[in-house]
């Protein structure tokens, strides 16, 4: 088999609990320089990636349904390539986001119910080629700014009171060393 990278497709190997299908996905994040006093001393800034939406606009996170075959963590790990074409480590569980999805009610979901177990992955990879890549665009933004992109409602949540609050409790930072 070729390097080459192919998106799944299909809910045919989707899970389902309680009448929500369950979706994984990550919050891809990375540090940049920024210089202080006229180039003296720098300091770490975190910045988020955010893809554009297929279905209108705004921006998102990557996030896909978590398949039979594969773990949460796993799931959210294959969207990130698939979706925004970067590699990483998740470093964080951010927590459990209930959703109502127009777009993805079926006979298991009716109502289009969907719970989302989120990530965040410390990106250590930008592919120059990814699955998704031809109706995908990539966007680093500072977290004020990703807070005022966001479509979802669920996913600023995320990146609000998931996110945010673990980097402002100084957790990322035990990380900014490696």
Known sequence: M???LVARTGRHQQRYEDGYR???GCIPFKYRDVEEDGGDSSEKMVEVLMI?????PGLLFPKGGWE???TAKEAAVREAVEEAGVRGDLVHFLGCYSFKSKTLQDEFSPEGLCRAAMYALHVKEELDSWPEK????????TIPKAIECCRHPWMRDALEK???EWCHHGLINTIAED
Do not use: K
């Open 162 to 164: 998931g996110f945010s």
């Open 68 to 70: 039979n075959d594969e």
């Open 2 to 4: 070729s390097g080459l």
């Open 22 to 24: 369950l979706i994984a």
């Open 134 to 141: 031809s109706h995908r665009e990539r966007s680093w933004l």
């Open 52 to 56: 554009n939406s297929t279905s209108g």
